[in-house]
């Protein structure tokens, strides 16, 4: 029989609830969402837009053992907390401590959900692993994340996110993490920090309450690597790793090819040399593949397993996978990268569309939100960007966007739409064999459901 992942005596222990309607329940997962609840989970009842209180009878009708609540709401198994948010905290701290296993945690600006999924791969291609859903990486992700941990887990990594100052150092204290990676830094969120160093600082935080002897991972390549390294020093880790293609990187991707199929290179690893592969497209893999491996060996990985395990990494919904749909006289690709932006990605992502072979190359983008009042130069500059990747077409929408668009030269303009409707209506009019089409935009840009409603039309029309 497996062991519950919670009993009620345990929730109890951990959050100091009184316990309604019984004590000998358990759970065997964790849920803040009806919608995605399984039976057996514990319902937590957050309040958020909506308070989930009032959701607790809906709950419990999909299966919910118990709800973790901080007013009594009718009948049925409860344990009552003074707050439910600081409850799962303190049930993500208790798993922590009752749980062996060793911790990595990733933040930084681009590619962390990415660096994180790919830990994950290796941590699993090499025994029990945990590893933070999505990028449950804020105030209540990385409770749930860490409250979720199995009690069997060797390894887990957790990704830790931000949008103001403040932010990194109390999730880091829930986490300790043994491993600290912070990937390449960019002005994502810069409206409310007013320059990249300051943005540095706050990542660097991810090493502010590390386990003993905790290793800091950084990036070799970021001009601010330097300053990085100074800030994991004054935070006293044990040890300071550099991953990337530069030759100072401790774990250095030697080669490196990518194209449509997927990518592979040979890494050096401490001085040894191992070939990798990886299905997924993108120059920007060689650093995050990097990051990963030198993560891994800081949890007891050996350096072969690690490299040979990132093979078995799938594509991230919304982070560039590609998706075939047919078309009279043959197919189209689509990859959906719309699930954030900052002039980085933005660039990363027009290398990996100039990589694919195509009769066209489309590009179909959103607003960079949060980059202050520069945001209207880092839009036009993507203009160079995408002439740089051999894109051949560009849609977008958006009051920023508009300002990349002037920057582009006539042959290059797909069109500007203030409306999102319209632009996928234009977009799925133009769409033909042989392309391939990039949707890419910050979150609010809300470009994500253009490319759901463009998949889910052409699919329809196949």
Not at 240 to 249: D, E, H, K, L, N
Not at 362 to 388: C, F, K, P, R, T
Not at 397 to 426: C, F, K, V
């Amino acid at each position: 029989m497996t062991e519950p992942l919670w009993t009620a005596m345990e929730i109890a222990a951990a959050t100091g609830a009184a316990l309604i309607d019984g004590n000998d329940w358990q759970a065997n997962g964790i849920s803040i969402d009806t919608r995605t609840l399984r039976p057996g989970d514990l319902f937590v009842a957050l309040h958020a837009e909506r308070d989930g209180h009032d959701f607790v009878a809906k709950a419990y009708a999909a299966g919910a053992t118990g709800a973790l609540v901080d007013r009594r709401v009718g009948s049925g198994p409860q344990a009552l907390v003074d707050d439910s948010l600081l409850g799962l905290a303190r049930m993500g701290v208790r798993a922590r401590e009752r749980v062996d296993a060793c911790r990595a945690a990733v933040t930084g600006s681009v590619g962390k959900s990415s660096v994180k999924e790919a830990i994950a791969a290796i941590f699993r291609a090499v025994g029990s692993a945990h590893a933070s859903e999505k990028s449950y990486n804020n105030h209540w992700g990385v409770p749930l994340s860490l409250a979720r941990m199995p009690k069997g887990a060797k390894r887990a990594v957790f990704e830790l996110g931000m949008n103001h100052a403040g932010e990194i150092a109390p999730l880091t204290e829930m986490v300790r993490p043994h491993v600290g990676v912070v990937t390449r830094l960019a002005p994502a969120h810069i409206e409310a920090f007013g320059s990249l160093e300051d943005i540095a600082a706050e990542k660097a935080q991810i090493w502010s309450a590390m386990a003993d002897n905790g290793v800091a991972i950084l990036p070799a390549d970021d001009p601010l690597g330097d300053l990085l390294a100074d800030l994991a020093k004054a935070h006293k880790v044990s040890r300071i790793v550099r991953f990337g293609v530069s030759p100072g990187a401790d774990v250095r991707v030697t080669r490196f090819e990518t194209g449509a199929d997927g990518s592979s290179g040979q890494m050096d690893i401490f001085g040894q040399s191992h070939d990798f592969s990886l299905q997924v497209s993108g120059a920007h893999w060689a650093g995050n593949a990097a990051a990963a491996v030198a993560a891994a060996l800081f949890c007891g990985v050996e350096a072969k397993d690690a490299a040979a395990a990132l093979a078995n990494l799938e594509p991230l919904p919304g982070r560039g996978g590609a998706i075939k749909v047919h078309l009279p006289g043959g197919e189209a690709t689509l990859l959906d990268d719309a699930y954030n932006a900052n002039p980085v990605s933005m660039a990363a992502a027009f290398d990996t569309l100039g990589v694919w072979p195509a009769k066209r190359r489309i590009a179909v983008l959103g607003d960079m939100l949060e980059l202050g009042e520069a945001a209207q130069h880092y839009h036009e500059m993507l203009a160079w960007s995408l002439q740089n990747a051999g894109i051949d077409l560009v849609f977008c929408t958006g009051p920023l966007m508009h300002a990349l668009y002037q920057s582009l030269p006539e042959a290059r303009r797909g069109g500007w739409y203030e409306n999102i409707d319209d632009l996928q209506q234009s977009v799925h009019k133009i769409v033909t064999p042989g392309d391939v089409v990039l949707f890419k935009g910050s979150n609010g840009s809300k470009i994500h459901q253009i490319a759901n409603a463009l998949k889910r039309a052409l699919q329809d029309e196949a």
